[in-house]
């Protein structure tokens, strides 16, 4: 029965994906273990490390379908021993061949790069979805470029915007991302096969070679020295991780604020029968962009626990490496379900335009105080028109006027233009500065990038 909310049939999928908990599952890190040491038996037999014969045998014996975790389990509780269990399962499954399974390296050497042979697969997901996400931000500002909105500083009205501006803004923060994944990549995914203390002395003269040849047939980079007490390259995936998360639970807490009733510009995608709540029928919750944000704060967590790792004593030592066991599986259960989230909800989410236009007049012309001070700045100087302007803005908001009857109440003011100037200077569509262009701008860098699908 499952006891972390990750597998539970009924939850699970709001904190990871099917694709992302296998990858993570018990019986693949059992085969990635198997994988490997198959890999070191065919590595060896070339090399006339072990007999050629014996590589063939275990090459062709080796199956963790037929492993029986709860064998396995038992023998791990009785040998304390996280890893000999599996040794001999292996060793049985391949008759006499069996006595040169595992010939050289030591356990961790097989769990750390069953690790990366799984982050491989972890980090393939993460770079397809994420470019996904950035794909359909680039679709939906491009969608969106003209679409007039208030920005918001201090969670208060601020100057007009677009959405597509606020989209593009998040799109040139995913075209960093891929780039940080792409260029940690190559370091990321290297394994490490060098024995006990990463001097390579159980293999003879030939271990950096037995070490190549063995990361050559799994697909992995080969390190310059062995790195069990050297944990950052884990350390830098999941600071990269954490970099993604934090920008999807942004945007996941943004379009949560930009749904609520009162500000109603937005809405996640909602499908017939959807329930809001078990009491009130009118409700349409944000339920899926509360789940996206709410997966950073934990995945952060992870992250931390991750970077603690780092401190390894003296060539090895357990109580590091276990942290990683917790934690990096985490971090990438958490990032794939947000990327998917956030996938679907850009995908299918309702933009209400006209509301957004309403939310521009909600001040009644205020919004626009830069632009009425910068012009009258151009003819009185900027600090006296601010000073003018401040004081009309100030009557306006206590007053609960027009903001347009107010200075042209003004006295200084109408001494040098009059009200339908005024007026002009209020429409927040023509005080949108470059954030247009800028959509282009962006759209264009990441189309040039070569990162998009």
Not at 61 to 88: C, V, W, Y
């Amino acid at each position: 029965m499952a006891s972390h909310i990750i597998d539970f049939l009924t939850l699970g999928n709001n904190f990871s994906t099917p694709e992302m908990r296998e990858v993570w599952s018990e019986t693949n890190r059992l085969r990635k273990h198997v994988e490997i040491e198959v890999a070191l038996a065919k590595a060896e037999g070339e090399l006339g490390v072990i007999p050629a014969e014996a590589a063939a045998k275990i090459a062709t014996k080796a199956d963790p379908s037929q492993f029986d975790l709860d064998t396995i389990a038992e023998g791990i509780a009785r040998l304390k021993h996280s890893f000999m269990a599996t040794i001999n399962t292996l060793q049985n499954q391949c008759g006499e061949a069996g006595e040169f399974v595992h010939y050289g390296p030591t356990t961790q050497d097989i769990v750390d790069t069953g690790t990366v042979l799984q982050l491989k697969e972890a980090f393939a997901i993460v770079e397809r979805d994420a470019k996904l996400v950035a794909q359909e931000l680039k679709i939906q500002a491009k969608k969106y470029q003209y679409a007039a909105m208030v920005g918001r500083t201090h969670g208060m009205q601020a100057l007009p915007t677009t959405f597509g501006f606020k989209l593009a803004v998040w799109l040139d923060e995913f075209i960093r991302h891929l780039t940080r994944l792409q260029e940690i990549k190559q370091r990321v995914l290297v394994g490490n096969i060098s024995g006990a203390i990463c001097t390579y002395a159980s293999f003879g003269e030939k271990g950096p070679e037995v070490e190549q040849r063995t990361l050559d047939l799994l697909g992995l980079n080969t390190p310059n020295i062995g790195w069990q007490s050297a944990r950052d390259r884990f350390s830098e995936y999941a600071s990269v991780i954490a970099l993604i998360s934090g920008t999807l639970g942004k945007i996941g807490n943004e379009l949560y604020n930009l749904m609520r009733t009162e500000i109603n510009e937005v809405e996640e995608p909602f499908s017939a029968g959807k329930i809001g709540s078990t009491t009130m029928p009118h409700k349409r919750n944000p339920a899926m962009l509360e789940g996206l944000a709410s997966l950073t704060s934990p995945l952060f967590k992870s992250v931390a626990l991750i970077h603690e790792s780092m401190r390894v004593e003296h060539e090895r030592d357990a109580m590091s490496w276990r942290a990683e066991w917790i934690a990096l599986p985490e971090i990438n259960l958490y990032i794939a379900a947000q990327l998917s989230i956030a996938l679907n909800v850009l995908r299918g989410m309702k933009v209400n335009q006209q509301q957004m236009l309403k939310n521009l007049e909600l001040q009644g012309g205020l919004l626009l105080s830069e632009k009425v001070m910068f012009e009258l700045g151009n003819r009185l100087g900027k600090q006296t028109a601010h000073h003018l302007v401040y004081e009309c803005s100030m009557q306006a908001f206590e007053q609960q006027r027009p903001f347009l009857d107010v200075l042209s109440e003004n006295t200084e003011l109408v001494k040098h233009l009059d009200k339908a100037e005024l007026a002009s200077w209020l429409k927040a569509e023509n005080y949108l500065g470059a954030a247009p262009q800028k959509v282009d701008v962006v759209i264009d860098f990441a189309e040039k990038s070569g990162l998009l699908v």
